[in-house]
């Protein structure tokens, strides 16, 4: 499937093929976080990157002011599972050596 407004790609087709991949890093934005999650709104993208997370060696979370308290439907992280790095102005958080949350303010 492709998502015309987004420029991405994303359903089973594209899982598979991901599938074969390693990523040393990864980029991901959202369209909305809170102190306890990271939401968007399209179930088949967000397991498209969470499939690349996995697959990563480090994942980076960047998001800006204007998603803050903007909740959707379907959660991609736990906050708990961010390292939130000097840029952002969430809560302190868990470790977890992957994940990255980069902030705009």
């Known amino acids: 499937k492709i998502d015309d407004f987004e420029k991405s790609v994303y359903g089973c087709d ?3 093929y ?11 934005s959202a369209k909305g976080f809170d102190d306890t999650k990271i939401t968007d709104s399209n179930e088949e993208q967000i397991h498209i990157r969470q499939t690349v997370m996995e697959r990563a ?12 308290d903007k909740h959707y439907p379907y959660t991609v ?25 980069v902030g705009i303010e």
């Open 14 to 16: 594209t899982l598979k």
């Open 18 to 28: 991901i599938e074969g991949f390693n990523f040393d890093v990864a980029f991901f």
């Open 57 to 68: 060696v480090k994942s980076v979370f960047m998001v800006d002011s204007s998603k803050k």
């Open 77 to 101: 992280a736990k906050i708990e599972d961010i390292i939130p790095s000097p840029l952002v102005s969430v809560r302190s958080s868990l470790l977890y050596p992957k994940r990255h949350l």
